[in-house]
């Protein structure tokens, strides 16, 4: 996947203050092991330890 693509989840991730993120590729053979990228920012520190 092209790069920008992982600028624009972040960005979409910081806009709505969501603490993670999945990008999903479905142009491949095995989703779960090739086709998914999970992003984390800053707002993951303020969620609650469980």
Known sequence: MHPVFDAIIMSYMKYLKAPKGILI??????????????????????????
């Open 25 to 50: 590729n479905f142009h491949v053979t095995n989703i779960f092991h090739q086709g998914q990228k999970t992003f984390v920012n800053e707002y993951f520190d303020a969620l609650p330890d469980e």
